[in-house]
């Protein structure tokens, strides 16, 4: 399968798939590049259009690390400073330090925005981490608790 440099094979359309409201996040989400051209295309969406919570095709690319998705909106221009309902950026929203630097280094994203609370990229992922820790059930988000931790220690060394 070709990856287009991006180390993601690339995924095809289901037969006969059925898109609503939500498909073009999910497919952002999943990494589903085909999938999320084909309902930008259909259903004429942005690339910077957003759900009923200002959640953009970004920010879930960001959330769960999709950098084939993160890439490709780049090329569509796509606004990295949007901002959901609670004023959180893509980079709020970052699961990995590799996004996170990506987000940064190459999307040009500001790290010293603000969300609603005042809070930045790094303090939210300060607060995640304080969090997971204080849980009982550590061992069950241990694998988030260290990419959460990996963003805290990338952001604090810019």
């Known amino acids: 399968m070709a990856t287009f440099g991006l180390g993601q094979p690339i995924q095809t359309l ?10 073009p996040w999910m497919a952002a989400s999943e990494g589903n590049l085909p999938l999320l051209q084909h309902c ?6 942005n690339v910077n259009a957003a759900d009923e919570n200002g959640y ?4 879930a690319a960001s959330s769960y ?7 490709f909106l780049l090329s569509q221009n796509v606004n990295v400073h949007a901002v959901d309902s609670d004023g959180d950026s893509a980079l709020h929203h970052a ?11 190459v999307a040009r994203t500001n790290p010293s925005l ?10 939210v992922k300060m607060d995640e981490v304080n969090e997971m820790m204080q849980d009982e059930d550590i061992e069950d ?10 963003i805290v ?6």
């Open 40 to 45: 930008i295309q259909t259903m004429g969406l």
């Open 14 to 23: 289901p037969p006969n798939s059925e898109i609503d409201s939500s498909t």
């Open 65 to 71: 690390n999709q950098m084939g998705i993160m890439q």
């Open 141 to 150: 988000d241990d694998q988030d608790l260290e990419k959460a931790k990996e």
């Open 114 to 123: 603000q969300n609603a609370e005042g809070k930045t990229a790094l303090q």
């Open 153 to 158: 220690t990338y952001l604090s060394n810019l």
């Open 95 to 105: 699961g990995t330090a590799q996004t996170t630097q990506f987000l940064i280094q």
């Open 56 to 59: 953009t095709l970004l920010h």
